[in-house]
């Protein structure tokens, strides 16, 4: 996993967009315009350390001679939206606001992803996915979808109670069984319509730090 401060993401993210948008590169000054920065002697030095960390390749001399590294061309941003617990259920945010702001964002090789697009991240609260190797602190990437199989895990939004949590799915004689990954904890049942997937764990990024 890399992360980039955040002013090297919006100068990373500001080239991208222009290029999109123009079809050739900004210049130095186009930079320093449009992220605010002070001087273009501040966005040299954010440029040479995008180059040295395989983001951009540029020559100083040439004018609009920017473009993206191999690095960058092979990484995919991955949101973090907030929290999921992974034992008792916490309040979040309604589904729909989840994507107008977030707490920062992975940077994740493409060979290391099948699914490239509508993914995001959560940090885990909680003890209930253990057995499945997942812990308190750790980070589920997810893709988005209202729909999956019959045991595989997923955020759930629990209409009623207005609230999030993360198990294994299953449906059974009318009703959604949401199973957690702990021996010690009891499954939880639900009628269908207060249930509404959020998405599917596609992959577990395992905090070096424990809690206790």
Same mark, same amino acid.
């Given at each position: 996993?890399?992360?980039?401060?955040?002013?090297?993401?919006?100068?990373?993210?500001?080239?991208?967009?222009?290029?999109?948008?123009?079809?050739?590169?900004?210049?130095?000054?186009?930079?320093?315009?449009?992220?605010?920065?002070?001087?273009? !002697?501040?966005?040299?030095?954010?440029?040479?350390?995008?180059?040295?960390?395989?983001?951009?390749?540029?020559?100083?001399?040439?004018?609009?001679?920017?473009?993206?590294?191999?690095?960058?061309?092979?990484?995919?941003?991955?949101?973090?939206?907030?929290?999921?617990?992974?034992? %008792?259920?916490?309040?979040?945010?309604?589904?729909?606001?989840?994507?107008?702001?977030?707490?920062?964002?992975?940077?994740?090789?493409?060979?290391?992803?099948?699914?490239?697009?509508?993914?995001? !991240?959560?940090?885990?609260?909680?003890?209930?996915?253990?057995?499945?190797?997942?812990?308190?602190?750790?980070?589920?990437?997810?893709?988005?979808?209202?729909?999956?199989?019959?045991?595989?895990? !997923?955020?759930?939004?629990?209409?009623?109670?207005?609230?999030?949590?993360?198990?294994?799915?299953?449906? %059974?004689?009318?009703?959604?069984?949401?199973?957690?990954?702990?021996?010690?904890?009891?499954?939880?049942?639900?009628?269908?319509?207060?249930?509404?997937?959020?998405?599917?764990?596609?992959?577990?990024?395992?905090?070096?730090?424990?809690?206790?």
């Amino acid at each position: 996993m890399t992360q980039l401060s955040q002013k090297r993401r919006q100068i990373l993210d500001f080239i991208h967009e222009f290029m999109e948008e123009k079809g050739y590169a900004p210049t130095v000054r186009d930079i320093m315009r449009g992220c605010n920065i002070s001087s273009t !002697a501040v966005v040299q030095h954010h440029l040479r350390m995008l180059e040295k960390e395989g983001y951009i390749n540029r020559d100083p001399e040439v004018s609009r001679s920017i473009t993206l590294g191999e690095r960058e061309r092979h990484m995919v941003r991955v949101p973090i939206l907030g929290y999921i617990a992974a034992g %008792e259920p916490i309040p979040v945010p309604q589904p729909d606001t989840w994507s107008n702001d977030f707490l920062e964002a992975l940077e994740l090789s493409y060979e290391l992803m099948d699914v490239k697009n509508n993914v995001y !991240a959560l940090v885990v609260r909680g003890m209930s996915m253990i057995d499945a190797l997942i812990d308190e602190g750790d980070i589920v990437v997810m893709q988005a979808t209202n729909t999956v199989e019959d045991g595989e895990m !997923a955020a759930v939004w629990l209409k009623k109670e207005q609230e999030i949590t993360l198990k294994k799915v299953y449906r %059974e004689h009318g009703r959604i069984r949401l199973q957690p990954a702990n021996s010690q904890m009891e499954p939880v049942y639900h009628d269908p319509e207060n249930v509404e997937i959020q998405g599917r764990v596609i992959g577990v990024i395992r905090s070096m730090i424990r809690v206790g």
